[in-house]
């Protein structure tokens, strides 16, 4: 039955009436018409009204009535109305007894009127409720589609969806089941093993709806003949049509979900496909190299013919240097393998910057040898917790790639400061810069720049090691360069060190 002020006369505003008990709004009700109906009696009388006039203003008082609070209390009004207008107005007055024919064909006509007015204005005013709760209705559903739509992680509307509908359709809880995966998510924070257990026992050939023991109304999510899942709701407050229009919006956006997900893990493998096929490729090349060249001055020294002191000094020096470009190259492999692996661990102790810098330098020493090599740190040098194994390797990467691309006489700028929470390295260099093309691509696996094949030798993995090592190290790498003017790498870590043992 619905209540508002008029349906009382405007006595009690809308926001007071909503927030009384059931029986006290029914009870305000009942006597605010039946005061209406003594009043227009009164008003009636006091003006002299006859049969006639009197008998309109009690249809339209209860055609009002009928209108705002319903059937059964219209019906009240006109039996009221009834008693009224025969009393008052009908011969012999102040008498229920009527004084012939026409007396009772008005009453009977009065009551007739009364009655169909009244069911007539009653039809009206539900049409009227169901027109705007179809309305309502409609507009939850387009907000729950739009809001849907701006969720851009699949996986993540997907666990997002029961709250969403339990927001906008204000419902108590909302509970849902993933047949993918086996998967339960709830609008409240704990769903109840008995509820999950008739959630998953729902099918397809249950019917619409179906009253899941406990407290949830619930009906399977079906994607054609599949069923994707079961979406449970309390109370029972969502008509058939909604029910129906809201699941079929939650089996798409499982669908999709799931859609997604397949095909990232496909394109997982793909890639993965890809970077062990690039890895061998690259490994077999850059591996054959080193070794095809010890293989052939190991060959021409053992067959020694026609070979000085000088050429032996020479192949020996050969198959040192192409031994300890092998060595790297499967160095490189390894660290990459335990990247991969996510077995790299920090271990941070207080450390001196320039220490560290110093001993990576004496490290490189032999790439460095050509170029000018000066430290620039920060004063007061105060230790500062990293873990100096792995950031060693970082600027060994990095004072490598450079000594590599840069020409021989150069400079090469190794500083460290401390910069907002966290401590700065810097590797920079005057050499000839990376092309803008290549700049955003450096820290992939594999990648060499176009111009690098001319310039030095690698495998395309140190820049990528050096990534993966600062993020594990709760750091982080960037690179800046102006071609023909140098290349700085920095990367940082934070003053507070990383907390624990951490993993790639």
């Known amino acids: ?134 309305r309502a209705d409609v507009e939850r559903l387009y907000t729950l589609s739009q809001e849907m739509m701006l969720i851009d992680d699949a996986a993540g509307l997907v666990q997002q969806l029961p709250g969403m509908i339990h927001r906008i359709f204000a419902l108590e809880g909302v509970a849902l089941y993933v047949r993918d995966g086996d998967r339960y998510f709830a609008s409240s924070p704990e769903l109840p093993a008995s509820l999950k257990a008739s959630l998953h026992a729902i099918g397809p050939s249950q019917g619409t709806l179906e009253i899941v023991p406990g407290e949830l109304t619930a009906m399977p999510l079906m994607l054609g003949v599949r069923q994707v899942g079961a979406l449970g709701w309390k109370p029972n407050a969502l008509s058939r049509e909604v029910a129906t229009a809201v699941a079929a ?26 970077l062990r096929t690039a890895l061998i490729d690259s490994l077999t090349h850059e591996l054959r190299t080193p070794l095809t060249s010890i293989r052939a001055a190991a060959t021409t020294l053992m067959q020694g013919e026609g070979l000085d002191d000088a050429a032996r000094l020479d192949l020996a020096a050969l ?50 040898a050509r170029h000018q090599v000066v430290l620039s740190t920060e004063e007061p040098d105060a230790p500062v917790l990293f873990d100096p194994q792995l950031l060693g390797r970082v600027l060994r990467h990095l004072l490598e790639n450079a000594a590599r691309y840069t020409p021989a006489g150069s400079r090469i700028v190794l500083r460290s400061r401390r910069v907002a929470e966290r401590l700065e390295f810097e590797v920079a260099d005057d050499g000839p810069g990376i092309d803008s093309a290549d700049l955003p691509l450096i820290f992939e696996k594999f990648y060499r720049g176009k111009k690098s094949g001319s310039k ?29 003017q140098g290349t700085a790498m920095r990367f940082w870590v934070p003053l507070g060190g990383k907390k624990g043992t951490d993993t790639a």
């Open 1 to 134: 039955m619905q209540i508002t002020s008029s349906s009382i006369a405007g006595i009690i505003p809308d926001e007071m009436l909503a927030s009384m008990p059931a029986h006290t709004r029914s009870a305000l009700q009942w006597t605010g018409t039946t005061l209406a109906a003594v009043l227009t009696t009164v008003v009636l009388v006091w003006l002299g009204a006859g049969s006639t006039t009197a008998g309109m203003v009690f249809l339209v008082f209860v055609v009002w009535t009928a209108t705002q609070a319903g059937i059964a209390l219209s019906l009240y009004c006109a039996l009221l109305c009834t008693l009224a207008f025969d009393f008052f107005f009908l011969l012999p007055l102040h008498t229920f007894n009527l004084a012939g024919a026409p007396e009772r064909v008005a009453l009977f006509c009065f009551v007739a009127c009364s009655l169909a007015a009244g069911r007539v204005a009653e039809r009206a005013r539900r049409q009227a409720q169901q027109a705007e709760q179809r």
């Open 319 to 368: 198959v040192d240097e192409e031994s300890t470009r092998l060595d790297a190259l499967i160095g490189e492999a390894v660290e990459m393998a335990e990247i991969d692996a996510k077995v790299v661990q920090v271990h941070a102790t207080p450390q001196s910057p320039r220490a560290l810098l110093q001993q990576a330098a004496e490290k490189s020493r032999a790439a460095l």
């Open 249 to 274: 919006q939650a089996a798409i956006a499982l669908a999709r979900a799931m859609a997604i997900e397949a095909s990232t893990r496909l394109e997982a493998a793909r890639e993965s496909e890809r």
């Open 456 to 484: 030095g030798k690698g495998t395309g993995m140190g820049l990528a090691i050096a990534r993966a090592i600062m993020i594990a190290h709760g750091g982080g790498i960037e690179a800046f360069s102006t071609p023909g």
